[in-house]
Every structure is written in C-alpha cells, then in structure tokens.
C-alpha cells in the first residue's frame, strides 16, 4: 500500500479520481462502505493527485498478480508464521527467500527462469575467471 493507506482507503481514492462527479453514497456503494467514512477519507486525503493515483493503481495490480503481502515487505514461510533465520543481517529477505515466496503462477515462474538465468551466468563468469 502507497502512503500508509490501507485497501479500503486506496479503492475510495481511486474511485473518487476515476469518477470526480460521484457523491459520497456512489462511492460508498461501490467500495462497499459508509459515505461518512468516504468524507472521512477524502478529507485526509485531499491533496490526492494523478500520481498518487498511478501508484495506487499499480499497487493494486500488483497486489492482484502476486497476492495481498506483496508490498508490506514481510518474509513469511507457506504456514504463515516468520521465520528468524530466513533473513540475513540487515532484516531483509535474502534471495532464497525471495524464490521461495514468488506465487506459483506464470508471473512467478518467469521471475523464477529470470532469477536462474542470472545466477547460471554469475557462476559461468566465475568459472571462466578461475579457469583462465
């Protein structure tokens, strides 16, 4: 999520940019919501902008391909709970970690065969360096 907002308030805001003429209960409708909380949100947000909103749409199709924790940044094993050794020093997931949580669809796989590619020609320069 862009800016600390949370998917509801992301989907007012893109629908309140995507349809500027929709009252408070239109929104409301469509986000499935109350159109108090709608005010409540763009007031908070008042200074949204096509920027933001290009974010947000992309945070949205990111998080529709590769599932909803794709942009909180946390590393977590297939049972749903941390795993303290699967990071490295500075917190970050390493790249093991990273392969093992791709999605197991055609986007997830091709980052997969990208990632393979990568390392199978690090360790060919490696090779050709000792060897010569």
């Not at 949205?60 to 599932?67: D, I, P």
């Not at 020093?89 to 669809?105: H, Q, R």
Request: aromatic share 6%; glycine share 8%; net charge negative.
């Amino acid at each position: 999520m862009s800016q600390g907002k949370t998917d509801l308030q992301r989907e007012i805001l893109l629908t309140w940019h995507e349809h500027p003429n929709a009252t408070n209960a239109e929104i409301a409708e469509a986000c499935d919501c109350s159109a108090s909380y709608v005010s409540q949100v763009k007031n908070r947000f008042d200074g949204y902008d096509e920027m933001e909103a290009m974010f947000d749409r992309q945070d949205r199709e990111l998080e529709q391909m590769f599932g909803d924790g794709i942009l909180d940044g946390s590393s977590q094993s297939v049972g749903g709970t941390s795993s303290p050794s699967a990071s490295s020093l500075n917190g970050e997931p390493g790249i093991a970690e990273m392969y093992e949580d791709l999605p197991d669809n055609a986007a997830g796989n091709l980052i997969r065969v990208m990632i393979l590619l990568v390392l199978l020609y690090v360790l060919y320069e490696i090779v050709m360096a000792l060897v010569l």
